[in-house]
């Protein structure tokens, strides 16, 4: 995997994937920037977010649950002095379908926690992560 980041001006940057996509990162007014994009360590939250996401759908759409939606809420918490490490960080799945067995969703959020998330797997090196979620029936 390969990835290509940009100054633009001041700190702002682009960053560019390898699959084509691009994002702007910029940094916070105190420290130069001008709030045009995404913080770098947000963009790491999200992405552990996505990456689990991705998983608990996939998990049990092959399972055969009949989901519609699923959210993943995420808040995380930082070292206070460099370098400001995540430390904690949760993460709190709604999932949304008709008649959906919760031992499947659980047991979707596990596998995606301890298995198949890279993202989480890798952060949690570092960070305590904890994970829950709720049923909406749709």
Same mark, same amino acid.
């Given at each position: 995997m390969?990835?290509?980041?940009?100054?633009?001006?001041?700190?702002? @940057?682009?960053?560019?994937?390898?699959?084509?996509?691009?994002?702007?990162?910029?940094?916070?007014?105190?420290?130069?920037?001008?709030?045009?994009g995404?913080?770098?360590?947000?963009?790491?939250?999200l992405?552990?977010?996505?990456?689990?996401? @991705?998983?608990?759908?996939?998990?049990?759409?092959?399972?055969?649950?009949?989901?519609?939606?699923?959210?993943?809420?995420?808040?995380?918490?930082?070292a206070?002095?460099?370098?400001?490490? @995540?430390?904690?960080?949760?993460?709190? @799945?709604?999932?949304?379908?008709?008649?959906?067995?919760?031992?499947?969703?659980?047991?979707?959020?596990?596998?995606?926690?301890?298995?198949?998330?890279?993202?989480?797997?890798?952060?949690?090196?570092?960070?305590?992560?904890?994970?829950?979620?709720?049923?909406?029936?749709?």
């Amino acid at each position: 995997m390969k990835a290509r980041v940009k100054l633009i001006e001041g700190v702002s @940057f682009v960053g560019q994937s390898e699959s084509g996509h691009s994002v702007v990162m910029d940094g916070p007014p105190e420290s130069g920037g001008r709030n045009l994009g995404i913080r770098p360590m947000e963009m790491l939250l999200l992405g552990l977010g996505g990456c689990s996401a @991705f998983d608990v759908v996939h998990i049990l759409r092959k399972a055969r649950q009949p989901i519609t939606d699923c959210v993943a809420d995420l808040s995380a918490s930082r070292a206070e002095t460099d370098p400001k490490v @995540f430390t904690q960080i949760h993460v709190h @799945f709604t999932v949304t379908g008709q008649s959906l067995d919760p031992k499947r969703v659980e047991q979707a959020v596990l596998l995606s926690a301890e298995k198949y998330c890279s993202a989480s797997i890798m952060l949690g090196k570092v960070a305590e992560i904890t994970h829950d979620f709720e049923i909406i029936e749709a």
